[in-house]
């Protein structure tokens, strides 16, 4: 019986340890995957003035942030840089409600010489979701933003305006792929 026992309990233990392989083999590919892509009810709504034409590629950041936000900007110009055939319009989604137009303004001074971005600010409830949905750190209380943390995620929005592409760096490859996806469907539904 003890032998019965032991047999069971090593059954399970194994099952349990290919279940946790399974689990973190599924996390690591979640974390290190090229994008997510999310259907996106707002985005004709929000970038109606925009050029039909333009890609628009966001990226949350906070006012102010030393870190983070100076790499990823540097990351939204080189990546303008490598596609230069390509429209796009850039926008920095100012995190912090609070945040007063003169700092917004002070702030993308020195990134607007060498890349043509604007400050977006969630102007709904709707679109507060939609931005937190996508993986957006927007901090409601004083003392989170006062941590300088945030995520490093860029939202590309294609000329279709129908989704929303977040991805957790701005790679070629990730480009290429979804560029592919969005042709395709662009032919299915002629």
Known sequence: MKKLFNGRKQLILCFLVVIFCLALSSFIHFVSSS?????????????QSEPKSNWILIYPGLVGCGKKCPMALEALRQFRERFPNTNFS???LVTDPKESEE???????????????????????????????????????????????????????????????????????????????IRSQSHMTL
């Open 90 to 92: 850039f926008y920095f």
């Open 103 to 181: 700092a917004i303004s002070n702030y993308l001074k020195c990134y607007e010489v060498s890349l043509s971005i604007k400050a977006l600010r969630p102007q709904s409830e709707s679109e507060i979701k939609m931005y937190r949905r996508l993986g957006a750190y927007l901090p409601e209380h004083p003392e989170l933003k006062r941590r300088d943390e945030h995520g490093t995620q860029f939202f590309l929005i294609p000329p279709n305006r129908t989704e929303v592409y977040a991805l957790p760096k701005l790679e070629e490859k990730d480009w290429i792929q979804i560029q592919s996806e």
């Open 35 to 47: 994008y997510r892509k999310i259907p996106c009810e707002l985005c004709q709504v929000s970038f």
